[in-house]
């Protein structure tokens, strides 16, 4: 019995010595973790694991080692890459290691004052991908596209962003007719009246320079407010804005506006520009227009110029527009009398691009080539007009016989290169002498998207 009781004690002291209870996988016993082994150098790249190498079957992996983004703690700091702060970027790539906020793969702050994204770039600094002229931080929505930007305009119907402004589609009232809270007046009144926005071109972004009014600078913005909610806004006599004509089908369609942009070779809004005398402006030109145009018809040469009055503006064309197009109404009161002779008041619209490249050129004139004075085809046989003209002055009747004329609404489109900076100049000047008065009223400057040839003018 004791020599049975004997064995069960040495088999179980037998157990107990080859056992290790905190050892449940046996690592103890694993030859390549035996204590003799943290001296060995395995992969003979002059480091042991008791020396520090981390990896002893990699030779590219130890203390000596220069780290490198591959995927591995080359020199054994604990830090993969030695990506400090695990952002997935190391030192090499990432410009504050200790900041998970900041590296390659962030998207710039803007105005924070710092460099986000890790390309040397700070806020308003940041680089133009696309070329477009607006970064992130100037408010471009797609830096890779350049058809997009803050300035481009909205495509109804595309399902795009086109314009950054966070709405899709959408189509916007004139900016013309943007009224006074309390009052409902119209607010783009006095002397703070913006040219641009009676224009139609709500977008300031556009504007490179501040529209100028040059020479005489007789000129008026006409108001028209049908729910009389804006005294003394009435229009001009009977004409009243209207909506933007379609050239051709699918042509962009927006709202009727509220306000058109005048000019005169005569006081504003004279109602007598066939008389003599004080209404008359005696401004003396310091040139002649049509020396700034390269398509000068064969007898439109320089002559004796007054009363001019010009609107400059300085624009860059949106990145995904083409073609360019406004509507306009000429009248004179040296029709009928006047036609053909050397007596000619003339509407130019000059445009040409601010670098001086290519061609500058009148675009306004009829199918004959013929700049837009009493002696163009468009002016109508009184009273028979498509638009009324009633109470401006230019529908006098004597003796049976009236005095002035207008063209009706015409519309020029002209091709223009997307992103691109212009100058367009519209002119209107006395020539040959300083009376009969004539105007021009200038109304839904907007652009189109597909490509034309051009420019036109048309009924």
């Known amino acids: ?101 900041r590296s390659p793969a962030q998207v710039e702050v803007c105005n924070d004052g710092i460099d986000n994204n ?9 680089s133009d991908d696309d070329g477009d002229g607006f970064n992130e931080c100037d408010g471009d929505c797609a830096d890779n596209d350049e058809t997009r930007s803050p300035i481009a305009v909205e495509i109804p119907g595309d399902g795009i962003d086109n314009n950054c402004n966070g709405a899709v589609d959408e189509i916007n009232d004139p900016c013309d007719c943007n009224r006074v809270e309390v009052t ?64 051709e089908e699918g042509d962009p369609e927006y709202p009727a506006s509220c306000q058109m942009v005048a000019l005169f070779t005569g006081e504003v809004l004279n109602n007598e520009p066939q008389g003599a005398g004080t209404q008359d402006l005696e401004y003396t030109c310091d040139h002649d227009p049509v020396e700034d145009i390269d398509n000068a018809e064969a007898d439109d040469t320089p002559a004796t110029c007054t009363d001019l009055t010009q609107i400059k503006l300085v624009i860059r064309t949106p990145p995904n527009v083409n073609s360019i197009s406004f509507d306009f109404l000429f009248l004179s009161s040296e029709y009928p009398e006047w036609v053909d002779s050397q007596f000619n008041d003339t509407f130019y619209a000059i445009m040409g691009k601010a670098s001086g490249e290519g061609e500058t050129i009148n675009i306004s004139f009829d199918g004959n080539g013929k700049a837009i004075t009493v002696n163009n085809n468009y002016f109508q046989t009184p009273p028979n007009w498509s638009q009324s003209i009633n109470g401006t002055g230019y529908e006098v009747e004597e003796y049976g016989e009236y005095v002035g004329s207008a063209t009706g609404w015409l519309t020029t489109r002209a091709p223009v290169e997307p992103n691109e900076i212009y100058e367009i100049v519209f002119s209107i000047h006395d020539e040959g002498d300083h009376v009969l008065d004539s105007a021009v009223v200038i109304d839904n400057v907007r652009w189109g998207f597909e490509e034309v040839e051009g420019p036109i003018t048309v009924e």
């Open 184 to 247: 409902g007046a119209l607010s783009n009144l006095g002397p703070g009246a913006r040219l641009g926005d009676a224009l139609g071109l709500c977008d300031t972004g556009v504007f490179q320079e501040t529209i100028q009014v040059l020479g005489a600078q007789s000129y008026a913005i006409i108001s028209y407010d049908p729910e009389n909610l804006t005294p003394g806004a009435f229009g001009w006599g009977d004409i009243k804005p209207i909506p933007p004509r379609q050239i």
């Open 1 to 101: 019995m004791k020599r049975f009781f004997l064995l069960i004690l040495i088999a179980s002291f037998g157990l107990s010595c080859n056992s290790n209870p905190e050892d449940s996988n046996n690592s103890f016993n694993n030859p390549s973790n035996n204590i003799n082994n943290q001296f060995d150098d395995k992969d003979k790249d002059g480091y042991t694991i008791a020396g520090g190498d981390c990896d002893d079957n990699d030779p590219d992996v130890n203390p000596g080692k220069t780290e490198v983004p591959d995927g591995k703690d080359n020199n054994c700091n604990g830090f993969t890459d030695d990506d400090y702060d695990n952002d997935g970027f190391g030192a090499d790539s990432d410009c504050d290691d200790h900041d998970p906020n």
């Open 118 to 126: 890790c390309n040397g770039l700070v806020d308003l600094d940041e």
